[in-house]
């Protein structure tokens, strides 16, 4: 079986992906495509850094293995701060089912991250119908080029997520992987009615209904859904809590952005 396909399956057997074209997506996008690299806590302080192109066959081995562990992995340090991460992908499988997409759906995505996510999206609804934005340029340029290699051309923008996208709107659902305090009004003004909003909110996922008059509301999830607080101008201020965002561990002192832009994104 594939690396993928043993993700899925993990995945699958605690009661994740039960719908049959997510397990396809997931099976055949290759994540390791997404994430080139990623931090380890060193167990003394600061972190190491694993990659795909690592000589050593060890090193190169322990960076597969973690690749398809169901877990977040820390891609991106800056200032000692975490400010991009690949989500734990049982947690996106669990986001992706809650938006209960069909074909022909529009969707835009808040926080490209790594592009893993908007990829998962192209594969079950097509790259046409699929807008991510994030208000980091070395985050949206890195995922551009991580979904050209596994084949896929959603619109991958530079822009402030808290304003939504206008430009391609309106949408038929709206995720956001990264964590806000409040959801921000452009994103029900830029949806269809009936459309669905998830967002990770106060430590919780939040499934939103749009109403016809443009109101929201919803109720939250049972899974806990902690991320990398959303960036930019219109974005409410503050985080989600004290918690590291979706379980990876705070960075340490001195560690600072490798400067290499094949890098990820907050959250996906």
């Not at 039960?18 to 997931?26: E, Q």
């Not at 400010?83 to 529009?106: F, H, I, K, W, Y």
Request: charged share 20%; proline share 9%; with cysteine.
């Amino acid at each position: 079986m594939t690396a993928p396909g043993q993700l899925v399956r993990r995945i699958a057997a605690r009661g994740g992906l039960r719908d049959a074209a997510w397990r396809a997506a997931f099976a055949q996008v290759p994540r390791e495509v997404f994430v080139p690299y990623y931090y380890e806590p060193r167990p003394g302080g600061g972190h190491e850094r694993l990659w795909r192109h690592d000589p050593d066959p060890g090193r190169r081995a322990r960076w597969l293995a973690g690749v398809y562990s169901d877990r977040p992995l820390a891609t991106r340090l800056r200032d000692g701060q975490l400010v991009s991460s690949s989500s734990r992908p049982s947690l996106m499988a669990t986001m992706l089912e809650r938006l209960r997409v069909a074909d022909g759906m529009d969707v835009l995505e808040i926080g490209t991250g790594p592009g893993y996510n908007a990829a998962l999206l192209c594969h079950r609804l097509g790259d046409a119908h699929v807008t991510t934005v994030d208000i980091d340029p070395d985050i949206t340029g890195a995922a551009r080029g991580h979904l050209a290699e596994a084949g896929y051309r959603p619109r991958v923008l530079t822009q402030d997520g808290a304003l939504g996208c206008r430009a391609y709107a309106p949408y038929d659902r709206i995720v956001a992987t990264c964590a806000v305090t409040a959801v921000p009004w452009e994103w029900p003004a830029q949806s269809v009615p009936g459309a669905l909003i998830v967002v990770p909110l106060a430590g919780g996922l939040l499934a939103l209904r749009v109403a016809a008059d443009g109101a929201a509301e919803g109720t939250f999830c049972s899974s806990p859904a902690c991320f990398v607080p959303l960036r930019g101008g219109g974005a409410p201020r503050g985080g989600t809590g004290e918690g590291p965002p979706d379980g990876t561990p705070r960075t340490g002192p001195g560690e600072g952005d490798d400067g290499d832009t094949d890098g990820a994104g907050a959250g996906a």
